[in-house]
T-cell receptor, first 113, second 116 residues
């Protein structure tokens, strides 16, 4: 069975500082990987996804993530955060030949002015 | 383009009452799913459907029923509500499972359910 781990439940960071949100997954087969963002009182929206090809994936709002197959990781990074990046971030995995999308527990990013 | 529409946005139930959370999508997606979101636990999959007439259980199916009579609609039924079902419920749709398609999941705005 697939699972997703987000070790950091809360990440405070000062405005304009860099940030990395960690995501590790377990799966015995190839997967698709996603990062979703949830702003307060809203639904989830896709930040970026890895389906195949280049392991460095760029998404919206200046975020990027790197797929590392040997470490089964898909960490999310941004070189300089803004107040508006304060939100909950979810890593998710979908098995290529299957239909379930499994989410991690989420990381709450708080950007401090 | 409506995307995924969930109704109602808010609901308060008494223990033992039944209700149906509605979900509709207009993207002709085959795959639809229901999640519940609880603090510190992220999103947990309740039930999902890979097409009309086909449903299956997710991680936390107990206390919930689903059906998929059309491609567009995927209602979630609580037959006898319990306080443990107090949560925020999200419906999602995607074309997941097909290697040549975008597998992004599109989410509704959520239903905040309180069972007292």
């Amino acid at each position: 069975a697939q699972s997703v781990t987000q070790l950091d439940s809360q990440v405070p960071v000062f405005e304009e500082a860099p940030v990395e949100l960690r995501c590790n997954y377990s799966s015995s087969v190839s997967v698709y990987l996603f990062w979703y963002v949830q702003y307060p009182n809203q639904g989830l929206q896709l930040l970026l996804k890895y389906l195949s090809g280049s392991t460095l994936v760029k998404g919206i709002n200046g975020f990027e993530a790197e797929f590392n197959k040997s470490q089964t990781s898909f960490h999310l990074r941004k070189p300089s955060v803004h107040i508006s990046d304060t939100a909950e971030y979810f890593c998710a995995v979908s098995v290529m030949s299957y239909d379930k999308v499994i989410f991690g527990p989420g990381t709450s990013l708080s950007v401090i002015p | 383009n409506a995307g995924v529409t969930q109704t109602p946005k808010f609901q308060v139930l008494k223990t033992g009452q039944s209700m149906t959370l509605q979900c509709a999508q207009d993207m002709n997606h085959e795959y639809m799913s229901w999640y519940r979101q609880d603090p510190g636990m992220g999103l947990r999959l309740i039930h999902y459907s890979v097409g009309a007439g086909i449903t299956d259980q997710g991680e936390v199916p107990n206390g919930y029923n689903v059906s998929r009579s059309t491609t567009e609609d995927f209602p979630l039924r609580l037959l006898s509500a319990a306080p443990s079902q107090t949560s925020v419920y999200f419906c999602a749709s995607s074309s997941a499972g097909r290697l040549d398609m975008n597998t992004e999941a599109f989410f509704g705005q959520g239903t905040r359910l309180t069972v007292v």
